[in-house]
């Protein structure tokens, strides 16, 4: 899918550099400072997927590294502009949070050495697109990985965005199934037995995947499935990190509206699998190309 692997390859160099770099760029100032690059993926038509790449760097040696998609088209595109508008937010929104917590912290950083304090946070994200008849559907999950001077650990967190270009809106959870069905209670079900299978802590399994919206927050569209992302310290203790949970939409279709956006990826499956867009790890991953071997979020879940 990578139409420009050469560049990719370059790109990948410069962020070494950078990285050694970095600690000098982060007591530059306050403002931020920094380069922004992208890759080009294509996706259907005339829409490109962008990962956008920036640096940002400020005081007190504050490193911030994020790479995000937007979608860029040679015709006006009212769907691509909001999608754009929202994933820019999320990573906005990211970024305040993170300098908030390092502004708290303040008072702890200024007892350590100068040489000791770090503050970073890195943004990355993965995308998968789909086509269900006529619903042309980009699912992102971006991830966050931060640290604040001072504090124990860095921390782990991600989130959802599930876009529909036709519709111009966010996909919610509840859009894809029947009213008042159990859906709930099926993603709990299975989530649960795959995750028993995995892990020891049955009080945390039972806890983090029982049938409650906020448990099932982070969830993506793949081509076989509703890929579930439970992050550190919800069904596992906080050293095992975040845990996924591929559901099958054969688990599913006895609840999925025959309206839903999805719903004709129950009836022709290798039709959505046939159009499946998948990027992301650009940060932490140097090869990029075999994305079900290397990275098993964006394959089998």
């Known amino acids: 899918m990578l139409r420009k692997p050469i560049q990719y390859l370059a790109l990948i160099g410069m962020l070494s550099c950078l990285v050694a770099a970095s600690p000098a760029l982060a007591d530059a100032g306050d403002d931020d400072s920094g380069l922004e690059d992208n890759m ?15 640096f940002n760097y400020g005081k007190p040696r504050i490193i911030i590294k994020s790479v995000y998609p937007q979608l860029a088209s040679e015709t006006d595109h009212e769907g691509i502009n909001n999608f754009n508008d929202l994933a820019e937010q999320i990573v906005e929104d990211e970024i305040s949070g993170f300098r908030n917590q390092v502004k708290e912290n303040a008072s702890i950083q200024q007892k350590m ?21 006529h619903n042309h559907i980009i699912s992102i ?9 001072g504090t124990a650990h860095p921390y782990h967190h991600h989130l959802a965005l599930n876009y529909n270009l036709d519709t111009s809106q966010k996909i919610e959870l509840s859009d894809l ?18 995750l028993s299978r995995r892990l020891q802590n049955r009080q945390m399994i039972s806890d983090g995947t029982a049938a409650r919206p906020e448990n099932f927050a982070n969830w993506n569209i793949k081509p076989n499935g509703l890929l579930i992302t439970f992050d550190e310290s919800k069904v596992a203790p906080y050293v095992y990190g975040a845990q996924t949970v ?7 279709q006895q609840v999925i509206s025959p309206d839903s956006p999805i719903a004709d990826c129950i009836s022709h499956q290798r039709r ?14 140097a090869v990029n190309t075999l994305h079900g071997t290397l990275d098993p979020v964006l394959g089998q879940g």
């Open 177 to 194: 199934f029947l009213p008042e069905s159990n859906y709930l209670e099926i993603l709990s079900g299975y989530t649960s037995n795959v």
């Open 272 to 285: 959505c699998s046939n159009s499946n867009l998948l990027t992301g790890g650009f940060i932490d991953e």
């Open 40 to 54: 080009t993926f294509h996706v259907y038509d005339d829409v490109d997927l962008v990962s956008t790449l920036k």
């Open 113 to 133: 050495p100068k040489n000791k304090i770090s503050n970073n946070l890195y943004i990355d994200y993965d995308t998968s697109y789909i086509r269900s008849k």
């Open 141 to 149: 999950r971006f991830s966050f990985q931060g640290y604040v001077g």
């Open 246 to 252: 591929l559901v099958p939409y054969t688990a599913l």
